[in-house]
């Protein structure tokens, strides 16, 4: 189950680097409504990230929070600030794809144990990701 956990937060710690700099780096006609949408996103990222890894502490786990540790634990990859802004919104839409079927690993693992406080956490992490999946597709179409 922690090896699925870690993966499930870096996932989310890079996803969160790639949508900030995706906000920093996007140009479009509609410029300010994908940088502000791509803000709310990395904002909830970077709390999720917290929720994360203070449930696996509370799980008696320590966070080894390092880029190097995530790079090993994610499936994601980075980000190139230099695509279109449909290819960046794509590209996050993919990744957020990607970090559902990680979270559905995770949940089948918390089942197994019963921990209960972890599977809400990550069933939580799924409508989350569900939305932004539904937003990213609306944008995109």
Not at 76 to 100: E, F, R, S, V, Y
Not at 101 to 117: H, M, N, P, W
Request: proline share 2%; glycine share 2%.
């Amino acid at each position: 189950m922690m090896e699925t956990m870690e993966s499930v937060l870096a996932d989310t710690y890079v996803l969160y680097l790639k949508t900030q700099n995706y906000h920093w780096n996007i140009i479009s006609p509609n410029f300010r409504d994908y940088h502000l949408l791509l803000q709310d996103m990395y904002e909830a990222l970077a709390v999720a990230a917290d929720d994360l890894a203070e449930q696996i502490r509370i799980i008696g786990r320590n966070v080894p929070a390092t880029f190097d540790f995530f790079r090993t634990k994610t499936c994601l990859k980075d980000g190139d600030c230099t695509l279109p802004a449909k290819q960046m919104l794509m590209d996050l839409l993919g990744d957020h794809q990607k970090i559902l079927e990680t979270i559905t690993k995770a949940i089948a693992e918390t089942r197994d144990a019963q921990d209960v406080g972890t599977e809400d956490l990550l069933i939580e992490r799924v409508r989350y990701h569900s939305k932004m999946v539904w937003f990213l597709k609306s944008i995109t179409a």
